[in-house]
């Protein structure tokens, strides 16, 4: 068994539409920071969705509903530190706006 720590979600701006934006491809994936920063001036909102393979990102997989993040604010995500995808599961996230959010997430890719 090899496990390497990654950047599962490079820093980038969180789109307005459901994207996804990490999967765990031939490897299992332990999550173990996810932080979305707000740098426009007003609050907005990320939902959060953790799919299984073959499924689409929908309230039977929604994690985090519409956190509203304050202008400014830097928020880590503790809902889903820890969670576990399995090959071929993914994250998904939507924003309410389309340029105000900057995300990162880092977890361990473990493979057998």
Known sequence: MTVTAKTLVASKIAENAQTTQ??????RTIIDKFTATNYSAGAITLSINLVTVADTAGNQNLIVKLKSIAAGETYTFPEIVGHVLNAGDFIS?????????????SGREVTT
């Not at 996230?93 to 997430?105: D, G, H, K, M, P």
């Open 93 to 105: 996230t939507i924003a309410s706006a389309a340029t105000s959010l900057t995300i990162r997430s």
């Open 22 to 27: 990490y999967t765990a491809t031939n490897v």
